[in-house]
């Protein structure tokens, strides 16, 4: 399995920006999830995408990022509007090892990872 992300950047407070993370050797049929680690921090679970299409997110993130995907280029996408600087950290996205389930907050439930891609919001 290959994952391998795009995006990020250095934004200012109130922008969007859009990370994609393309997967090969695994298709829709397993849930990715995004995660986040901030300096000093653990990492944590952003959001994530079933096989049906069905996301789950965070309160922290809720009605601000969307994830989504397609499955014509086995890629899913962390939409992120209205950034605010408490979202800098580095962001991975994750592919877990169980098809046909839901997204995992647990990040030892994913073996595929993404080579992490820094998000930046200054204020």
């Known amino acids: 399995v290959h994952v391998v992300q795009s995006g990020g950047g250095l934004v200012q407070d109130g922008d969007s920006l859009r990370l994609s993370c393309a997967v090969s050797?695994?298709?829709?049929?397993?849930?990715v999830a995004w995660f986040r680690q901030a300096p000093g921090k653990g990492r944590e679970f952003v959001a994530g995408?079933?096989?049906?299409?069905?996301?789950t997110d965070v309160d922290a993130v809720k009605g601000r990022f969307t994830v989504s995907r397609d499955n014509t280029k086995n890629t899913v996408y962390l939409q992120m509007n209205r950034l605010k600087p408490e979202d800098t950290a580095v962001y991975y996205c994750?592919?877990?090892?169980?098809?046909?389930?839901?997204?995992?907050?647990?990040?030892?439930?994913?073996?595929?990872w993404g080579q992490g891609t820094q998000v930046t919001v200054s204020s």
């Open positions: 994750a592919v877990r090892s169980l098809k046909w389930t839901g997204p995992s907050s647990d990040s030892k439930n994913y073996d595929s």
């Open positions: 050797g695994r298709n829709s049929n397993y849930p």
């Open positions: 995408i079933e096989w049906r299409g069905v996301v």
